[in-house]
Each structure stands twice: as C-alpha cells, then as structure tokens.
C-alpha cells in the first residue's frame, strides 16, 4: 500500500476526510485547547518561581518614604545584616535641614509580614526584636531588627512613628485594633512612614559592626555613610596629586626653555620661584603606574596655603581620625576649624606673586616693562615667559585645592563620625517594636 492510501485510511478511521469537517474541527480544537492549558501551566510554574526568586534576592522594596502629617521625605540606604543573618539594621535619611526630632524615645514601630506584592500575612520570623537609633544630627535614622534565628525571606512591612507625645503600652497594643495603631487610619492622626523590607533575602549588605555584641551608632554609620563618602574624598584627593604633578613638570620643563630660547642673543633669566610654591615635589606612583594597584602619590611640601592643612591622609582613616593629628593641645577642634577658615580673610595668595615677577632678559632689561608684549620680534619669549607664569597657576590652583577643600573634606567626614559619636541616641524599650504574628 502506498503512502497516499495509507493516509486516505488513517484519514477515514480517525474521520479526518472531508465528508467529516465538523469532526475534524473538533479534534483540531481539542488540540490547540490541551496546548493552550498546557502553555498556561508552564507559565504559572515559571511566574511562581520567578516570584520565589526575588523574595530571595531582593532585600528593599521602597527606597524612599514621605512623613504622612509633616510630609517629610526620605530616603532608605539599604538593609544590612550580620553573618548570621538574625540581625538587621535599616539605615534611612532625611535631609540633614528637615525638623525631626533627634531623640530616639520619641519613635515607635510596628512590624507585620507581607507577600511580594505587599498584602499583609502572617510573620513568619518569630520573636523579632527592635531598637530605633539617632545617628546625631546628620538626618541619618536607622531601626535595627533582631531575632533568635535567620530571618526568613519574607517582605515585612515596618511603620514607624514620629510622635513626642504618644503613650503607649504593651497592655493598650493587645486589646487595640491594629488598623487602629498602624492601618490607613492612624497615618492621618500620627506622624509616620511606612517602608518595605526583606531582611532574609540574599541582597542584603553584610556589616561588620551587626556582628558586635552590643550594636555601635558610630561604627555602623562609618561602615554604611562614611566609609563610601571616604574613598570618594580620598579618590579626588589622588587624581589633584596627579594634577599637581604635571604642573611641576610642566614647570621644570619650561624653566629649562630660558635658557634655551633666544631672540637676537636675549634670554629671560630664571625668575625667583612664589614662596608658597618653592621646593615642593610630588613622589610616588598613580594607581596605574603602580604593581600593586595602589596611589602612593605624596606631596611634600614646607609651605601650606591659607585656610589649608597637611597631614598624612593615606597612613590613616576618618575611622580612627585625622584631627588629633592637627589640634594643638588645649584648644577644642571646633576653634581650629574656625581659626584655619579665618585665614582665608584678606589673602590674596599666589596670584599676586606670580603677578609680581620680575622677568628680566640677560640684558638687564625687564621683558614686561621695556618691550611691548604685542612686539612680534620678542614673541618666543614672550611665550616662555606666559607658559612659565601659567603652570605657577595652575600648580598653585591645584595646590590649594588639595590642601583646603579636598583634606577639608576628609576633616569634615571625622567631625560628622564625632557628632554620631557624642549624640547619637537609642530606644531599645522593648515596647518600642510591636509586632503583628
């Protein structure tokens, strides 16, 4: 039988022949239909493990929160935890101008569980504890959560309460309803923000100062704010040491161009060097220069600019501090800072000097003074002589950049570790977190 019979055949059994068009209809519509279901499921099982997925990985929900009453608008850092997964700090800010309160017994919290898209369930991490913590006056406020064992992955949803006022018990949060304390309602009657977290999931950032018996306002906020904002500074600081070092070759190189350049047997002499600039060199490798991937680029220098400083930035850390290098004995950091801004009033700097030189030809006569500067025949060194005078500024514009805004900078991250340091405040109560099983 041939191939067409057979077919003829299989055709008329299974009544796919064109006498049976409503059968053949029916089969091909089954088919398509088992298909579409079973493309459905697929899809299901994938948006659920997609689901599953990122509630693992994903550890912030809302990075950002407005103040229901005060509208007050913030922004949360990130969830941070310790290796063991059970403890938890979330690090939000305002800025550093808004009206809040800096004492931490006036917050409270409430904590309930959510799904991943943040409709309320029950808390699977039992016995979870919490403290509400101040860091100073720098708008920085964090609420650190602990509990017996490893967070689940699940979303939480974590309301806070600014409210000096409020009194409250374990006693009243029992028998109150909880749209009452925490629901829709009580963010028209009570200051408060609401954010979504997943202290369980895998994105969370592991910190060293979670792993402390005792939690450390200062070293937290060193690790989270500081520690980022120093190796900013600190780049900045590397990449002007960098400019400051061309400036000085280009300097060198131009000087070398006196005596080389002459115009019917003239030459400029060599001029006397600006005080604030002489002697200074700048050793040592960039990043990419170096074997090991490390700057050691160093500028040494007898001279510092008005209103700059010089210290040994790369031996130490804001961590550990830089100003109790700087402050004389018996005077406080705070009258030091004022009296270096102070020495800015009046100055006039370098510019005044390199204004001042006396560019005098082999000669003895002076090029600024006896010749024309539009004189074409005296051109070449007259070129000399501006790019000599330019790399003085540009060296001195780059040096006292690093030596007051850039090191100020780094100064300034140590007096923010010190106000943490002194004024930070804790509400570790235990009826400051109520949660929600």
Same mark, same amino acid.
Do not use: C
């Given at each position: 039988?041939?191939?067409?019979?057979?077919?003829?055949?299989?055709?008329?059994?299974?009544?796919?022949?064109?006498?049976?068009?409503?059968?053949?209809?029916?089969?091909?519509?089954?088919?398509?239909?088992?298909?579409?279901?079973?493309?459905?499921?697929?899809?299901?099982?994938?948006?659920?493990?997609?689901?599953?997925?990122?509630?693992?990985?994903?550890?912030?929900?809302?990075?950002?929160?407005?103040?229901?009453?005060?509208?007050?608008?913030?922004?949360?850092?990130?969830?941070?935890?310790?290796?063991?997964?059970?403890?938890?700090?979330?690090?939000?800010?305002?800025?550093?101008?808004?009206?809040?309160?800096?004492?931490?017994?006036?917050?409270?919290?409430?904590?309930?569980?959510?799904?991943?898209?943040?409709?309320?369930?029950?808390?699977?991490?039992?016995?979870?504890?919490?403290?509400?913590?101040?860091?100073?006056?720098?708008?920085?406020?964090?609420?650190?959560?602990?509990?017996?064992?490893?967070?689940?992955?699940?979303?939480?949803?974590?309301?806070?309460?600014?409210?000096?006022?409020?009194?409250?018990?374990?006693?009243?949060?029992?028998?109150?309803?909880?749209?009452?304390?925490?629901?829709?309602?009580?963010?028209?009657?009570?200051?408060?923000?609401?954010?979504?977290?997943?202290?369980?999931?895998?994105?969370?950032?592991?910190?060293?100062?979670?792993?402390?018996?005792?939690?450390?306002?200062?070293? @937290?906020? *060193?690790?989270?704010? +500081?520690?980022?904002?120093?190796?900013?500074?600190? #780049?900045? &600081?590397?990449? =002007?040491?960098? !400019?400051?070092?061309?400036?000085?070759?280009?300097?060198?190189?131009?000087?070398?161009?006196?005596?080389?350049?002459?115009?019917?047997?003239?030459?400029?002499?060599?001029?006397?060097?600006?005080?604030?600039?002489?002697?200074?060199?700048?050793?040592?490798?960039?990043?990419?220069?170096?074997?090991?991937?490390?700057?050691?680029?160093?500028?040494?220098?007898?001279?510092?600019?008005?209103?700059?400083?010089?210290?040994?930035?790369?031996?130490?850390?804001?961590? @550990?501090? *830089?100003?109790?290098? +700087?402050?004389?004995?018996?005077?406080?950091?705070? #009258?030091? &800072?004022?009296? =270096?801004?102070? !020495?800015?009033?009046?100055?006039?700097?370098?510019?005044?000097?390199?204004?001042?030189?006396?560019?005098?030809?082999?000669?003895?006569?002076?090029?600024?003074?006896?010749?024309?500067?539009?004189?074409?025949?005296?051109?070449?060194?007259?070129?000399?002589?501006?790019?000599?005078?330019?790399?003085?500024?540009?060296?001195?514009?780059?040096?006292?950049?690093?030596?007051?805004?850039?090191?100020?900078?780094?100064?300034?991250?140590?007096?923010?570790?010190?106000?943490?340091?002194?004024?930070?405040?804790?509400?570790?109560?235990?009826?400051?977190?109520?949660?929600?099983?």
């Amino acid at each position: 039988m041939s191939i067409n019979d057979r077919l003829t055949a299989f055709g008329k059994v299974f009544r796919l022949d064109s006498h049976h068009a409503i059968e053949r209809f029916g089969l091909f519509f089954g088919v398509l239909t088992l298909a579409g279901v079973l493309l459905l499921a697929a899809s299901g099982v994938s948006a659920i493990t997609a689901g599953r997925d990122t509630l693992a990985e994903r550890a912030l929900w809302t990075p950002k929160f407005t103040t229901s009453k005060t509208q007050l608008s913030g922004d949360v850092d990130g969830v941070y935890t310790n290796r063991r997964k059970n403890k938890a700090l979330v690090m939000m800010h305002f800025d550093d101008r808004a009206k809040i309160s800096y004492d931490a017994s006036d917050y409270k919290a409430f904590l309930l569980g959510s799904d991943d898209k943040l409709k309320t369930e029950k808390l699977k991490t039992p016995g979870v504890t919490g403290s509400f913590h101040v860091f100073g006056a720098t708008g920085y406020v964090g609420v650190v959560l602990e509990s017996q064992r490893a967070f689940e992955p699940q979303v939480l949803n974590l309301t806070i309460r600014a409210n000096a006022e409020l009194s409250f018990s374990k006693q009243r949060a029992a028998g109150a309803n909880a749209d009452e304390l925490i629901g829709d309602r009580s963010f028209a009657k009570y200051d408060q923000w609401r954010i979504f977290l997943n202290p369980g999931a895998s994105g969370t950032t592991t910190i060293d100062s979670l792993d402390a018996a005792k939690f450390d306002a200062a070293r @937290a906020y *060193y690790e989270v704010v +500081l520690e980022q904002e120093e190796t900013k500074a600190r #780049d900045a &600081l590397d990449e =002007k040491l960098g !400019e400051m070092r061309t400036s000085l070759t280009q300097i060198s190189s131009y000087s070398k161009d006196l005596a080389t350049t002459k115009v019917d047997g003239l030459f400029l002499r060599p001029p006397t060097v600006p005080a604030s600039i002489a002697g200074d060199q700048v050793t040592g490798e960039t990043t990419a220069e170096s074997k090991a991937g490390e700057s050691t680029l160093a500028l040494h220098t007898t001279k510092v600019v008005p209103g700059g400083f010089k210290f040994d930035w790369r031996s130490s850390n804001v961590e @550990a501090g *830089y100003l109790d290098q +700087l402050v004389p004995k018996g005077q406080s950091y705070v #009258d030091y &800072l004022q009296t =270096k801004a102070a !020495e800015t009033a009046g100055t006039t700097g370098t510019s005044s000097e390199i204004s001042d030189i006396a560019w005098t030809l082999s000669n003895g006569k002076s090029l600024t003074t006896d010749y024309r500067t539009s004189d074409v025949t005296m051109r070449p060194l007259t070129t000399v002589m501006n790019n000599l005078s330019q790399a003085y500024q540009d060296y001195y514009a780059s040096k006292s950049k690093y030596q007051s805004d850039l090191l100020l900078g780094l100064l300034k991250l140590d007096v923010d570790l010190r106000d943490v340091r002194t004024n930070n405040t804790t509400n570790a109560d235990e009826d400051f977190l109520v949660t929600y099983s």
